[in-house]
Structures are given as structure tokens and as C-alpha cells.
């Protein structure tokens, strides 16, 4: 079983869509979790940490649900730039230890 | 601000080979990191560097090499390519070591083939 597992899609959706995706992880002691976009042969940039209360920026939401170890990512009226593969990243601090999920592609079509 | 560049872009090499791949950062971090990605998979750790002066093994450390040379340059060398080493290369820097609670800088990959 992969340490973080990602729906690799694609989710196609229409512009002013609201989509949402979650990503689960194995390990209970994971402590910092992350959103990664990342644009099509580009590099990863963050686009958000995820709190344990939730957080939101803009249009973007991050959940986290430690009793189920997983993390979601809500994007509402999205737009045609939010057109990416989102890339979920679970921290062991403990560990020193960052893993990446393989990512879940979107895509906005007009 | 250029942040964290890395030469070349692309590369083709043959069975054998060797080259460096190479980092450099002007944000003053104390971090860097080499990454690969492969279609289906996350990034992989190949190497890091929590600070001048130190390297550490990652996740897929066997066939390759890293230097630290300063704060700034943080090369990945492979001795002897193999085709399982194709796949785009990131490097990344932060601030302090572990990153694991704070944002990780990527340079713009490197597009590497072995034939």
C-alpha cells in the first residue's frame, strides 16, 4: 500500500464547477499535511497548507480528518487556470520524512 | 528573483554515460533536495542536503551521487546512466532541514532520457 494515495483522475468539469478530491495517507503519526500544483512539465509550487481546522484561501478549501487519515481539497468556481495536477504531501516530523502523492489531474473545460 | 535554477533542461544520454545534473539557490537556504518523478508516482527522494557541509541518502539514493559544493550549488551526478534513471529531475531547496513543516522551492526539472 503507498504511504499517500491520490485518485490520479482526470476530473473533467466545467468551468464554475465545484470539484473536490481527497487524498488518504498510511501512517497515523503524519503531522504536516500540504496541497502541491503543479502545471503541466513544471515544477510543483505550494498552494496551500491544510490545518487541523480547515482552512480556506479564496477558492480554495483544505480539510483534514485525522480519524480517517485523510485530507481533502475543495476547489469552488473554478476557472480554466485551475486546470493542474494537485499533488498532495504528508510530513513526518518526527522523521524528517516528506512524501508525495502521485498526484490527481484536473481539468476545466469551458 | 530566479530562486532555484538547475541545467540542463534536457538531456540524452546512452547506456553508460555520465554527467552532473546541477542546483544552485539565491534565497540563502540551508536545504536542498534532489527529486525525481516518474509517471504514477509521487516525487522521490533521491538525496538531500539538510546543510552545508551534509548529504543524506533518500528514498532512491543507488546509481547516483550529490555534491554540496557551497550554501548555494547542490550537484546530482549519475556515474554510469542506466534507462531506469529516465525521468524528470527536480531539485528543491527551503530554508531550514526536514522542510516538513514549511514550503519546499523547486527548480524547473530536467528532462532526462537514457538510451
Known amino acids: 500500500r503507498k504511504e499517500v494515495e491520490q485518485d490520479p483522475g482526470p476530473f473533467n468539469v466545467p468551468e464554475g464547477a465545484t470539484v473536490a478530491f481527497n487524498c488518504t495517507y498510511s501512517?497515523?503519526?503524519?503531522?504536516?499535511f500540504f496541497w502541491y500544483r503543479q502545471d503541466c512539465r513544471k515544477e510543483p509550487k505550494l498552494l496551500m497548507s491544510?490545518?487541523?481546522s480547515g482552512n480556506e484561501d479564496g477558492r480554495f478549501t483544505a480539510q483534514l480528518n485525522r480519524a480517517s487519515q485523510y485530507i481533502s481539497l475543495l476547489i469552488r468556481d473554478s476557472k480554466l487556470s485551475d486546470s493542474a495536477t494537485y499533488l498532495c504531501v504528508v510530513a513526518l516530523l518526527s522523521a524528517s520524512k516528506i512524501i508525495f502523492g502521485s498526484g490527481t489531474r484536473l481539468s476545466i473545460r469551458p | 528573483n530566479a530562486g532555484v535554477t538547475q541545467t540542463p533542461k534536457f538531456q540524452v544520454l546512452k547506456t553508460g554515460q555520465s554527467m552532473t545534473l546541477q542546483c544552485a539557490q539565491d534565497m540563502n537556504h540551508n536545504s536542498m533536495y534532489w527529486y525525481r518523478q516518474d509517471p504514477g508516482m509521487g516525487l522521490r527522494l533521491i538525496y538531500y542536503s539538510a546543510s552545508e557541509g551534509t548529504t543524506d541518502k533518500g528514498e532512491v539514493p543507488n546509481g547516483y551521487n550529490v555534491s554540496r559544493l557551497n550554501k548555494r550549488e547542490f550537484s546530482l551526478r549519475l556515474e554510469s546512466a542506466a534507462p531506469s534513471q529516465t525521468s524528470v529531475y527536480f531539485c528543491a531547496s527551503s530554508e531550514t532541514q526536514a522542510a516538513t513543516n514549511e514550503k519546499l522551492f523547486f527548480g524547473s526539472g530536467t528532462q532526462l532520457s537514457v538510451l
Open positions: 491544510v490545518y487541523s
Open positions: 501512517n497515523s503519526a503524519s503531522q504536516s
